[in-house]
């Protein structure tokens, strides 16, 4: 059975740093691009940034791009994001999901969510 | 950027009933269309990608139709698990945009 299990979310202050992890069982890791997506408090749901199998081709949306850093640990089964420079606007809770490939593609599984609070 | 615009925003109907839920690309988007269903408290779920293909698992009172810049998800005798908001998503550009969201509740 495919399992995401997202950790690292909390209370932040603004300016500062959060490391999340996505623990991901069930199916071959490297075989398959990882993405975070987030979902703000009004329910949208925003891509953040995916990373391809290999590690080698990271995206990000423009609202994250220079402050967050997405990573994969293929012998670890693990996908990490680095945020920092936190923003208000980043309170969300933050899923781990996955797809065949990084582009024209589609997420066939999520984790539970990990919830991102930034604030003073 | 492309924006994905999804009407009604929520809509009111009884177990039996069709839904119809609308999902609209400010531009053309070839067949990178997706579906999501999410309930209250849960992840989101993959329904149905590339317009029209069912995921594994997913009942067939769900259908995916359209082309180009403007799809439909139908939803055929709406059960009670059915209730639920349901998200469309176009995988064509990158980034990943997501429609706002139609919210199915309880007549």
């Known amino acids: 059975e495919v399992e995401l299990v997202e950790s690292g979310g909390g209370l932040v202050q603004p300016g500062g740093s959060l490391r999340l992890s996505c623990e991901a069982s069930?199916?071959?890791?490297?075989?398959?691009?990882m993405h975070w997506v987030r979902q703000l408090p009004g329910k949208r749901l925003e891509w953040v940034s995916g990373v391809s199998w290999n590690n080698h081709i990271m995206r990000y949306a423009d609202s994250v791009k220079g402050r967050f850093t997405v990573s994969r640990d293929n012998a670890k089964n693990s996908l990490y994001l680095q945020m920092n420079s936190l923003r208000p606007d980043d309170t969300a809770v933050y899923f781990c999901?996955?797809?065949?490939?990084?582009?024209?593609?589609?997420?066939?599984?999520w984790g539970h969510g990990t919830l991102v609070s930034v604030s003073s | 950027d492309i924006q994905m615009t999804q009407s009604p925003s929520s809509l009111f109907a009884s177990v039996g009933d069709r839904v119809t839920i609308s999902c609209r690309a400010s531009?053309?988007?070839?067949?990178?269309l997706n579906w999501y269903q999410q309930r209250p408290g849960e992840a989101p779920n993959l329904l149905i990608y590339?317009?029209?293909i069912l995921q594994s698992g997913v009942p067939s009172r769900f259908n995916g139709t359209g082309s180009g810049t403007d799809f439909t998800l139908t939803i055929n005798g709406l059960q009670r698990e059915d209730f639920a908001t349901y998200y469309c998503?176009?995988?064509?550009?990158?980034?990943?945009?997501f429609g706002q969201g139609t919210r199915v509740e309880v007549k």
């Open positions: 999901t996955k797809s065949r490939q990084l582009g024209l593609s589609w997420f066939d599984a």
């Open positions: 590339s317009i029209s």
């Open positions: 531009q053309y988007i070839t067949r990178y």
């Open positions: 069930g199916f071959i890791f490297d075989d398959v691009a």
């Open positions: 998503q176009e995988s064509y550009s990158g980034s990943w945009t």
